[in-house]
């Protein structure tokens, strides 16, 4: 995307923007419990990759089996269209009931607390 500078910085806040408050529909977490999951998802690897066939249920099956494992996941969706991976996104979160926790380029991080939780987060 080709833009006038002067025009560049207003460009992508309004993208930032509109990403976290799209990102603030599947979450009934506060900022510093994001912000401490982030942190926590920086040095995860993907565990679970969705190629060119999308969400089939033996997809949404290993993400289930991972988030029960792990609480927190990293995913790699293999699409270069952003609408698709945010609608794979929402799917993921309603079917399973999961927080979006970031979304960025190919990755995002999903957490959904165990009845057991292994993650502490901060009030």
Known sequence: MLLHPSLASSCSFHLLKSTLLDLKKFSTLNSKAIAYLRSLAHT??????????GLSASVMKE??????AH????????????????????E????????AVHH?????????????PK???PK
Request: glycine share 4%; with cysteine.
């Open 44 to 53: 995860l690897n993907p565990v679970v990759r969705i190629g060119n066939k």
């Open 63 to 68: 993400i289930e089996l991972n988030l029960n």
């Open 71 to 90: 609480e927190l996941i990293k995913i790699k969706i293999q699409n270069d269209d952003r609408s698709v991976r945010e609608s794979m996104l929402s």
């Open 92 to 99: 993921i979160c309603e079917a399973l009931k999961a927080t």
């Open 104 to 116: 960025i380029g190919l990755q995002i991080i999903v957490y959904r607390q165990a009845t057991e």
């Open 119 to 121: 993650i502490v987060l």
